[in-house]
Each structure stands twice: as C-alpha cells, then as structure tokens.
C-alpha cells in the first residue's frame, strides 16, 4: 500500500490563528479525504479532496472554515482557519484508490492543540 | 439511532481466548464494511474488510457479515496483549459514494 506522510505531525497553536496540514503520498491516489477526531471520539470526515477541484465537504463543514487544497494526485492541504479551542483534535489524511470496495489508508495524522 | 454502532467497551480477554467484537448498521443498503485497529496515539490501521454475507478470514482474524439481521463482527482467534487496541467499524452507506462512515469503537484489552 501507498507510503502516507503528514506535516506537521503535532502543534499548538493561539486561537485565531491558521495551521496548514499537508499530507503527501508516494504514489498517485484516486481519492484522498481528510477526517478529524477529537479526543475520546471516533472519525469523523471532514471532505474529500478533489484534484484540480473544489473539495466536497460534509454537513457541518465549510470552506471558510477548513479550505482544502488538492494540485495533483500525491498531495493535498487542509488549513484549519481562525482557530478556537474547540478545533483540538486529531486530522487524519486518508488514501484510496477506485476500485470495489474502495480500501481507505490513513496517515499518521496531525495532533493540533489550541490555547 | 446512529448509523454504525459499536459496543464502547472495554472488552477483556485472557491472552489465547477468543475476542468477539461487534457492530451493527441501520442503513440496509450498506454493501461494503471495513474494520480497523487504533492503537492509542496512532492513526487507524485496516484489518480486514467484508462484502458478502458469510465469514472471511485473514490468518486469526475472521470478519463476519448477516445482512439480514444488519451486524457485522470481527473474531479474533488466540488473542495476544499486542492486539490491545480499540476496532473501529466502518462501513459505506447507500449512496455515499466512497465515504466511510465509522462506528465509535470498542477497546480491545487482552490481559496476561
């Protein structure tokens, strides 16, 4: 399976402030998406990230809030805007490529603290 | 009722018993069902995945599919302390396109 990277791999950040998270990987992917998962909790998925497209978001997400950037098929970018405490949690890059069923793989995700 | 439910747990076995874990789905459409592993700290890792009704197994792990009464199931033969970690269900619900949609996980202690 593919290699999955993130940067970076944990930070803490003031609130009202941004943090871009990259995730790349080590060969072309179909599909990428990007989850969160708070503490204690499970995943939750954020969007999927379209090459070359707008990212298609899930209810309760927005682009203001977290725009998601995907130039090619090994890269993507998910920047956490005007932080509060509330967006501590873990964010977690997922690959997968089209096939039946679709196998998703995550990377070693980003533990974003903010104060 | 949420669309895939997982017993929190935390389930604990002897080291060489057999651990049960369990999952069910609302969404009868649901086609493809997925565990994954989680170690504390660490992002999900897949075990296994299962799409026709019945028992699939990889080496002790042995997922389990009943479309009719809407679980799915993950065995795990021989537990060792190393499978201590939470199992995550997740599953592709009908007309979600290639989303997962995960349970809240169940952990997993396998006791010396």
């Known amino acids: 399976s593919a290699v999955i990277s993130q940067k970076p791999s944990r930070d803490i950040c003031q609130r009202g402030t941004s943090l871009t998270i990259q995730c790349q990987v080590d060969?072309?992917?179909?599909?990428m998406f990007w989850y969160r998962q708070q503490p204690g909790q499970s995943l939750t998925l954020i969007a999927t990230?379209?090459?070359?497209?707008?990212?298609?978001?899930e209810s309760g997400f927005v682009i203001d809030k977290f725009p998601i950037s995907r130039p090619n098929l090994t890269f993507s970018t998910l920047t956490v805007s005007n932080m509060s405490p509330e967006d501590s949690s873990i964010y977690l890059c997922?690959?997968?490529?089209?096939?039946?069923?679709?196998?998703?793989?995550f990377g070693p995700g980003t533990r974003l603290t903010v104060t | 009722q949420k669309e895939v439910e997982q017993n929190s747990g935390p389930l604990s076995v002897p080291e060489g018993a057999i651990a049960s874990l369990n999952c069910t789905y609302s969404?009868?459409?649901?086609?493809?069902f997925f565990w994954y592993r989680q170690y504390s700290g660490k992002s999900p890792e897949l075990i296994m995945f299962?799409?026709?009704?019945g028992d699939k197994e990889d080496g002790r792990f042995t997922a389990q599919l009943n479309k009719a009464s809407q679980y799915v199931s993950l065995l795990i033969r021989d537990s060792q302390p190393s499978d201590s970690a939470t199992y995550l269900c997740?599953?592709?619900?009908?007309?979600?396109?290639?989303?997962?949609?995960f349970g809240t996980g169940t952990q997993l202690k396998v006791e010396l």
């Open positions: 969404d009868r459409g649901s086609q493809s």
């Open positions: 997922s690959v997968a490529q089209t096939r039946s069923p679709v196998e998703q793989y």
């Open positions: 997740a599953s592709i619900l009908t007309g979600g396109g290639n989303k997962l949609t």
């Open positions: 060969s072309q992917v179909t599909m």
């Open positions: 990230a379209n090459q070359g497209s707008e990212a298609t978001y």
């Open positions: 299962i799409y026709s009704n």
